[in-house]
């Protein structure tokens, strides 16, 4: 739409800075009406919002209302359903990624994307972790490339003795935070969560989180979680969706109701069916 | 009709209770005498069933190798065939036809059987026609007889437009495209086994949709694909209806090469012993088969332990 | 870059890195038309099949009349100007070795599937359907081979009044062909089996239901799908089998009522498999003759087959 002509369309670093953690002069994603359908039916209605550069941006709300759907629209993994079909724009920094000459492959090398179940390959931590640079070609030190890849995610201690050694043999914790290692290893700039740790004991879930907290430094962080005081514990930004449904009940799709700040969404909401959802009343 | 304890019991309350008892007693206790023979009879006819056909195949190899037995020797393996020395003929030119006849048949079904599975199930979009057309297809062709193979053979590779003559290497694409189909579905089923989430990590890596399958698919399936191949080759081996068809027959007594002159395959000579009518050459097929049960066997064994060891668990 | 935040692993190179295709997808498309290549083979090959088959059976319909092929009782090719192209002995032949074969096939395969489904203890599963698998594997000629030399004498001595005048006999071979299908009826029939959901059987045993009753009232009617596949699968199998045949059943061309096991006869296949082993000149009538009759074998089980699949499919869409 903007960069008419542009083939490659490229970000200048210099025009990235961070002052305050909240303050939101930097946009990484502007979503504009987007809606997503599997085949017919529609998944997802017409959300429109901002989110911030170097912040954690959760959305919340109850199972079946979109918010996993929306979170792989950021970086077209939708385009692995087959019907599955995005409308609107999804603007990264400055360029449309649902643009026909964007190539969803590269998209991906700048989103990364941590899913629900861990899933690591069934291969060595090592290889786990270089698996991702080599597919982009990287040339540097692959050793050094793993090792700081593996202590941004706080594993490095806990693994540096068995890099070698599958990595199914980990605990779930570990081994989520194995993927996150991995999808940092490849430099993005965004890491997309989607339910990261539903299927991870409390101990792992609280490593986890002070993970996302540490990572917010260097990184922006979409999270998808169903867990409302996780996302009040870690989140800077809150959308909440809920499910609609049309006149005769036949068909059903997520809407974004409210966002804004995660202290505004949870002590001071606007909607009343926000404020009725976080104190647990709804959904 | 509501009764409580303290009204005496009519006759008719009375039955009630009895035949209600004499229901649970039927229920709880001993079955009709019936229902009894049912369910020993039932499953030890099944059971039946299953050892005839068990002792089908137990009787089979103790036969061979009852009748074999005397001419499990060196010459067996060692020597060309002769119609007029039972005694010390052998199956030289037909277990070295088999080898070549095999390598050519893999050499063939890896490339074409595994990169049809990954197109099916990695690539092609169920929605198009053709797509599935092709599936059906593959399912039919894994019923077609394989003298139906041989016929192509013979018009198709031998004659017609490949015009091979009758060389090993005809008999080998023969044998592989009668195979295919056998690849084709194990191979997919294995490629089908590796769980989506393993793609899908690799894809959110950035890794293109090749770099997905060839280094995290393809080598998580490779035990299954490697033992649908050798399924697919101990049915090569033991084919010999195409092989009569497109010049395998024919009496060799030299030993054949891939491209040129005429060869034999192992099961085409235990054929060919087998039809003659004195006992020696009967007994002489016998001893063959327990060289090819062997081989069938030792792979089949090797498939089951290659299952076992490497198959990935999800 | 002045400022320092592009130090951070998370900020620095890949914000260069461009959105649009910039990756060999060249490549990617290359060796997706390599696949797609040898997916198409099958195609290609089933054609060949066809035109291969279609060809000569053209060139020996202009010989011989439709008719006379179809509906004559007289089998004698390559007699020269005596020959005579009805295809009925062979073709009755080729039933008679199926009827045989599927009454040992489909009684021992159908109970051991119910066996293998219903009452087998797991671990008698993982040790008895290999050894059905390896009976499955072994060669047809062993099983020719066993039957000419072992199940014939042995029929001979255990029916010593019917007249055992030749060696060879349909019966002997059919009993054979239906031991090597054996493994097909049980493993699809009990795949049929255990893709019954247990909710089925389940209520009916709150019914109080016994095994037996369960086992024939509820699992086999709603299995039956499966099972009639199985048993046309059988019946493809046993019309395109060739070397037990080839070996046991002899090569006497005549028409035999499916009861006279003792008689020696000729079926399709091996009709095809002992005329084309001599090297016989293109376009020649004998040629063309084993193609017309290699058609009809085709047609036949091509049939058989596309019925079963549509029959497994039935069973899958209910319980799946």
Same mark, same amino acid.
């Given at each position: 739409m903007?960069?008419?002509?542009?083939?490659?369309?490229?970000?200048?670093?210099?025009e990235?800075?961070?002052h305050?953690?909240?303050?939101h002069?930097k946009?990484?994603?502007e979503?504009?009406k987007?809606?997503?359908?599997?085949?017919?039916s529609?998944?997802?209605?017409d959300?429109?919002?901002?989110?911030?550069h %170097?912040?954690? @941006?959760?959305?919340? &709300?109850? *199972?079946g209302?979109?918010?996993?759907? =929306?979170?792989?629209s950021l970086?077209r993994?939708?385009?692995?359903?087959?019907?599955?079909r995005v409308?609107g724009e999804v603007?990264?920094?400055?360029?449309?990624?649902y643009?026909?000459k964007?190539?969803?492959?590269?998209?991906?090398?700048?989103?990364?994307?941590?899913f629900q179940k861990?899933?690591?390959?069934?291969?060595?931590?090592?290889?786990n972790v270089?698996?991702?640079p080599?597919?982009?070609?990287?040339?540097?030190?692959m050793?050094?490339?793993?090792?700081?890849?593996?202590?941004d995610?706080a594993?490095?201690?806990?693994v540096?003795d %068995?890099?070698h @050694?599958?990595?199914? &043999?980990? *605990?779930g914790?570990?081994q989520?935070? =194995?993927?996150?290692a991995?999808?940092i290893?490849t430099?993005p700039?965004?890491?997309l969560m989607?339910?990261?740790c539903?299927a991870?004991?409390?101990?792992s879930?609280?490593?986890?989180?002070?993970?996302?907290?540490?990572l917010?430094?260097?990184?922006?962080?979409?999270?998808?979680?169903?867990?409302?005081?996780q996302?009040?514990?870690?989140?800077?930004?809150?959308?909440?969706?809920?499910v609609?449904?049309?006149?005769?009940e036949?068909?059903?799709?997520?809407?974004?109701?409210?966002?804004?700040?995660?202290?505004?969404?949870f002590?001071n909401?606007r909607?009343?069916?926000?404020?009725?959802?976080? *104190?647990?009343?709804?959904g | 009709?509501?009764?409580?304890e303290?009204t005496?019991?009519?006759?008719?309350?009375?039955?009630?209770?009895?035949?209600?008892?004499?229901?649970?007693v039927?229920?709880f206790?001993?079955?009709?005498?019936?229902?009894?023979a049912?369910?020993v009879?039932?499953?030890?006819?099944?059971?039946l069933a299953?050892?005839?056909?068990?002792?089908?195949?137990a009787?089979?190899?103790?036969?061979?190798?009852?009748k074999g037995?005397?001419?499990?020797?060196?010459?067996?393996?060692?020597?060309a065939?002769?119609?007029l020395?039972p005694a010390t003929?052998g199956f030289?030119?037909?277990?070295l036809?088999?080898l070549?006849?095999i390598?050519?048949?893999?050499?063939?079904?890896?490339p074409?059987?595994?990169?049809?599975a990954?197109y099916?199930?990695?690539?092609?979009?169920r929605?198009r026609?053709y797509?599935?057309?092709?599936?059906?297809?593959?399912?039919n062709?894994?019923?077609?007889?394989?003298?139906?193979?041989?016929?192509?053979g013979?018009a198709f590779?031998?004659?017609?437009?490949?015009?091979?003559?009758f060389?090993?290497?005809s008999a080998?694409?023969?044998l592989?495209?009668?195979v295919?189909?056998?690849?084709?579905?194990?191979?997919r089923e294995?490629?089908r086994?590796?769980p989506?989430?393993?793609r899908?990590g690799s894809?959110a890596l950035?890794?293109?949709?090749?770099q997905?399958l060839?280094?995290?698919?393809l080598?998580?399936s490779t035990p299954?694909?490697?033992?649908g191949?050798?399924?697919?080759?101990s049915?090569?081996i033991?084919e010999a209806?195409p092989?009569?068809m497109?010049g395998?027959?024919?009496?060799?007594?030299f030993d054949?090469?891939?491209?040129?002159?005429?060869?034999?395959?192992?099961?085409?000579?235990?054929?060919?012993y087998?039809?003659?009518?004195?006992?020696?050459f009967?007994?002489?097929?016998?001893?063959?088969i327990i060289?090819?049960l062997?081989?069938?066997l030792l792979?089949?064994?090797f498939?089951?332990?290659?299952?076992n060891?490497?198959?990935?668990?999800? | 870059m002045?400022?320092?935040?592009?130090?951070?692993?998370?900020?620095?190179?890949?914000?260069r890195r461009?959105?649009?295709?910039s990756?060999?997808?060249?490549?990617?498309?290359?060796?997706?038309a390599?696949?797609?290549l040898?997916?198409?083979?099958?195609v290609?090959v089933?054609i060949a099949?066809v035109i291969?088959l279609?060809a000569?059976?053209?060139?020996f319909f202009?010989?011989?009349?439709?008719?006379?092929f179809l509906?004559?009782?007289?089998?004698s090719p390559?007699?020269?100007?005596?020959?005579s192209?009805?295809v009925?002995?062979?073709?009755?032949?080729?039933l008679?070795i199926?009827?045989?074969?599927?009454?040992?096939?489909?009684?021992?395969?159908?109970l051991s599937?119910?066996y293998?489904?219903?009452?087998?203890?797991p671990?008698?599963?993982?040790?008895v359907?290999?050894?059905?698998?390896?009976l499955g594997?072994?060669?047809?000629?062993?099983i020719?081979l066993?039957?000419?030399?072992?199940l014939r004498?042995?029929?001979?001595?255990?029916?010593?009044f019917?007249?055992w005048?030749?060696?060879?006999?349909f019966?002997?071979?059919?009993?054979?062909v239906?031991?090597?299908?054996?493994?097909?009826v049980s493993s699809?029939?009990?795949d049929a089996?255990?893709?019954?959901?247990?909710g089925?059987?389940e209520?009916a045993y709150?019914?109080?239901?016994?095994?037996?009753?369960v086992?024939?009232?509820?699992?086999?009617?709603?299995?039956?799908?499966?099972?009639v596949?199985?048993?046309?699968l059988?019946t493809s199998?046993?019309?395109?089998?060739?070397?037990?045949?080839?070996i046991?059943?002899?090569a006497?061309?005549?028409i035999?009522?499916?009861?006279?096991?003792?008689?020696?006869?000729q079926?399709?296949?091996?009709?095809i498999?002992?005329t084309?082993t001599?090297?016989?000149?293109t376009g020649?009538?004998?040629?063309?003759t084993?193609?017309?009759?290699g058609?009809l074998?085709?047609?036949?089980?091509?049939?058989?087959?596309?019925?079963?699949?549509?029959l497994?499919?039935?069973?899958r869409?209910v319980y799946?």
């Amino acid at each position: 739409m903007d960069e008419s002509g542009a083939p490659a369309i490229q970000v200048d670093p210099s025009e990235l800075h961070t002052h305050g953690h909240i303050e939101h002069s930097k946009k990484v994603f502007e979503l504009n009406k987007v809606s997503v359908y599997y085949g017919d039916s529609k998944a997802v209605s017409d959300v429109s919002l901002d989110i911030y550069h %170097r912040n954690i @941006t959760a959305l919340i &709300g109850p *199972s079946g209302c979109g918010k996993s759907t =929306l979170l792989r629209s950021l970086n077209r993994m939708n385009d692995l359903i087959p019907g599955a079909r995005v409308e609107g724009e999804v603007f990264y920094h400055e360029s449309n990624l649902y643009d026909r000459k964007v190539n969803p492959v590269q998209v991906r090398k700048l989103i990364g994307m941590v899913f629900q179940k861990p899933n690591p390959f069934p291969k060595s931590i090592y290889e786990n972790v270089a698996f991702g640079p080599k597919s982009l070609g990287m040339k540097d030190d692959m050793d050094d490339i793993v090792e700081q890849a593996l202590r941004d995610a706080a594993l490095w201690d806990e693994v540096k003795d %068995r890099l070698h @050694t599958n990595a199914y &043999g980990m *605990s779930g914790g570990q081994q989520q935070r =194995l993927c996150i290692a991995r999808a940092i290893a490849t430099q993005p700039e965004v890491i997309l969560m989607d339910e990261p740790c539903s299927a991870l004991d409390p101990v792992s879930t609280g490593k986890i989180e002070d993970l996302m907290l540490e990572l917010k430094r260097n990184y922006s962080i979409v999270i998808v979680t169903h867990n409302m005081q996780q996302a009040a514990r870690v989140s800077d930004m809150t959308a909440l969706l809920m499910v609609e449904l049309d006149s005769d009940e036949h068909n059903r799709w997520g809407e974004v109701i409210e966002y804004d700040d995660t202290n505004k969404i949870f002590t001071n909401p606007r909607d009343p069916r926000t404020d009725q959802y976080v *104190s647990g009343r709804i959904g | 009709m509501v009764t409580n304890e303290k009204t005496p019991r009519t006759g008719r309350t009375r039955l009630a209770v009895a035949g209600a008892r004499a229901g649970s007693v039927s229920v709880f206790g001993k079955s009709s005498p019936g229902e009894r023979a049912g369910s020993v009879l039932f499953p030890a006819v099944l059971l039946l069933a299953l050892t005839l056909a068990l002792t089908g195949l137990a009787s089979l190899l103790v036969w061979s190798f009852v009748k074999g037995y005397p001419r499990l020797d060196a010459n067996l393996i060692f020597n060309a065939p002769s119609t007029l020395f039972p005694a010390t003929a052998g199956f030289r030119p037909a277990i070295l036809g088999t080898l070549y006849i095999i390598a050519g048949v893999i050499v063939l079904i890896v490339p074409l059987g595994v990169g049809a599975a990954i197109y099916l199930e990695e690539y092609a979009n169920r929605e198009r026609w053709y797509n599935r057309l092709i599936e059906l297809n593959i399912q039919n062709l894994a019923g077609v007889p394989s003298i139906v193979f041989g016929i192509l053979g013979l018009a198709f590779i031998v004659r017609g437009p490949l015009d091979l003559g009758f060389i090993a290497a005809s008999a080998s694409i023969t044998l592989a495209l009668l195979v295919l189909p056998t690849v084709i579905l194990a191979a997919r089923e294995a490629i089908r086994a590796v769980p989506p989430s393993i793609r899908e990590g690799s894809l959110a890596l950035g890794a293109t949709q090749w770099q997905t399958l060839s280094r995290q698919v393809l080598p998580a399936s490779t035990p299954g694909i490697l033992t649908g191949v050798i399924l697919a080759i101990s049915r090569a081996i033991g084919e010999a209806a195409p092989l009569l068809m497109i010049g395998a027959v024919t009496f060799v007594m030299f030993d054949p090469s891939f491209f040129s002159g005429g060869y034999t395959a192992l099961p085409v000579q235990i054929y060919n012993y087998a039809v003659r009518p004195q006992e020696e050459f009967r007994n002489l097929a016998a001893a063959g088969i327990i060289v090819m049960l062997a081989v069938l066997l030792l792979m089949n064994s090797f498939a089951v332990w290659l299952r076992n060891r490497y198959e990935q668990r999800w | 870059m002045p400022t320092s935040t592009t130090d951070a692993p998370g900020a620095g190179a890949s914000q260069r890195r461009p959105l649009g295709a910039s990756s060999p997808r060249y490549g990617e498309r290359i060796i997706k038309a390599f696949l797609a290549l040898c997916a198409g083979l099958s195609v290609v090959v089933t054609i060949a099949i066809v035109i291969s088959l279609v060809a000569p059976t053209i060139g020996f319909f202009q010989k011989v009349p439709i008719t006379e092929f179809l509906f004559g009782t007289k089998w004698s090719p390559g007699f020269g100007e005596q020959s005579s192209y009805g295809v009925l002995p062979t073709v009755v032949a080729t039933l008679d070795i199926v009827a045989v074969s599927l009454l040992v096939a489909v009684p021992i395969g159908l109970l051991s599937a119910f066996y293998l489904s219903e009452y087998a203890h797991p671990r008698v599963r993982r040790v008895v359907k290999p050894m059905l698998e390896v009976l499955g594997g072994i060669p047809t000629v062993a099983i020719g081979l066993f039957a000419l030399m072992f199940l014939r004498p042995l029929a001979a001595k255990l029916l010593p009044f019917l007249g055992w005048d030749s060696i060879f006999s349909f019966g002997v071979a059919g009993v054979a062909v239906g031991l090597m299908v054996v493994p097909l009826v049980s493993s699809v029939s009990e795949d049929a089996m255990r893709s019954v959901p247990r909710g089925l059987r389940e209520g009916a045993y709150a019914l109080g239901a016994s095994k037996m009753r369960v086992s024939v009232r509820v699992v086999f009617p709603a299995a039956i799908s499966g099972i009639v596949a199985a048993i046309v699968l059988a019946t493809s199998r046993a019309i395109g089998e060739t070397m037990v045949v080839l070996i046991a059943a002899g090569a006497t061309s005549q028409i035999v009522p499916p009861w006279d096991v003792t008689e020696p006869v000729q079926t399709m296949t091996a009709f095809i498999g002992s005329t084309a082993t001599g090297d016989i000149a293109t376009g020649t009538i004998t040629y063309n003759t084993i193609f017309a009759v290699g058609t009809l074998l085709f047609v036949m089980t091509l049939s058989m087959n596309m019925l079963a699949m549509h029959l497994v499919r039935r069973f899958r869409e209910v319980y799946e």
